[in-house]
């Protein structure tokens, strides 16, 4: 016999049989003085109220007109949101329904939904149930009206795959664990000041070069934002992270589009000047002015750029003035020095080309005139922007090389630019920062250094204080 046939067969006769004990249990009642309780009905052997789609179907669970289920509290004239088997894309979760006031939504209630386009929370939701929207791959825009709502549940609106933006209530408090998981598509969310929990992996899935965290600085959403590399900032508005740049010839920036809506179309105005790809990157050129636009959903935005011809003077003049600033503490300008260092010097490859090096590698003006340096080069370039803020730092030889100590707040700790730059696949024009030889410790460089250990102070302390600032 057909499976499908046995299958629908066995399904008629549980019908059956349940429609009869119904019956039998009506008929018996005044017999036997028994209350009576609400039968499942056919098709519902479970109880699930998600399979409910007419008005009244029990006392306590109802469907508006419009498609929205609803379930009683039992004690209480409040009901919450259980279903939707409605056929409108744009829901709206009124205040009231049927005399009960709408406090919550269930979770799951709309979970894999494929209707939904938009929905609107009305301002009675005091809570919302796991997993409530999740799946609903074609839900755009979430509108809260409520500000009761103290939590953003664990999977909320886990793979909203076209979820554009969303604005939290000031009441909420937490978000749970992948509430905003693989919303590939959003662009903006902001965050009160008041989230002070974020559940694993909240934010997991999500566009790094599109999604912008809308939070206040120093803010738990702005420290979590950076821990997952998106982009954090403190206006809605579709803006660039820097309206003007200044730098030296051969160096690299990076400018970023915060909240944009759309795609974002790059291109530079003066491209002998400064070039830039269509991620943002910027490479100067030459000394001189150059305009770099950025174009989303309609709007245009402009940068402007400066570069200055490479040399000591111009190099000192941008490291102070961009990247590392009076404002920063102790801990920001070492690695500000770092970087800058890493990313804008590289090996001289003469030493490996004919085992002699040029007098001006050696020197501070050899990795800031011209941008190659050896060792010795890098650490002493290292001490003078150190020096201009007042921060201590000591070169360090042995073993035929050399590298700096650093002082924060009474504490030495090793940093080693030169290793920190390695010469990566052959190429002497290595970009990426490295922090393998940075803030460590004496045991630490033990294991790669040699040095006179009683001839420069002890570095024992293997956590810098990252708020201090020399006055």
Known sequence: MDKKFILESNFTKNTIIKAAMCLLFLVLIPATGIKPVHCTGAGMADGSINNITSNNTSDNVFTSGEGIVYKAIEGTNKCQVVSYTGN??????????NGYTVTAVAGGSFRGNEIITSIVIGSNIESIGSGAFSYCGYLKSVEFKSNQIKAIPANCFEA??????????????KA????FAFCTSM???????QVTSFGKEVFYGCNKNRLTVVAETGSKAEKTAKKYGLLVTGTSQTVLSSNSLIDIEGAQDKIYVYSAPSKIKWKSLDPGTAKVDQNGRVKTLKAGKAVITAKTA????????????RNKKNCLKVIYSKYVRKEMTDYEK?????????????????????????????????????GIAVCDGYTKAFIIIMGHYGIKSQMVTGGAHAWNIVKIKNKW??????????????SFNNRNVFLDFFLKTDKEMKITHIWDYNAYPKCNSKKADKSYRTE
């Open 88 to 97: 409108s894309g744009n829901v709206i979760i009124p205040d009231e329904y």
């Open 160 to 173: 909203c795959a076209s979820l554009k933006k969303i604005e939290l209530p000031g009441s909420v408090k």
């Open 176 to 179: 749970g664990s992948r509430a």
């Open 187 to 193: 662009y903006q969310i902001i965050i009160p000041g």
């Open 298 to 309: 309609g709007m245009e935005l402009k940068c402007r750029v400066k570069v200055y011809k």
């Open 334 to 370: 070492v690695y500000a020095a770092h970087a800058w260092l890493v990313q804008n010097v590289k090996y001289d490859k003469t030493l490996y080309k004919t085992g002699t090096v040029p007098a001006i590698s050696h020197t501070a003006e050899g990795a800031l005139d011209r």
């Open 413 to 426: 700790y090793h940093v080693d630019c030169t290793y920190d730059d390695p010469i990566v696949n052959g």
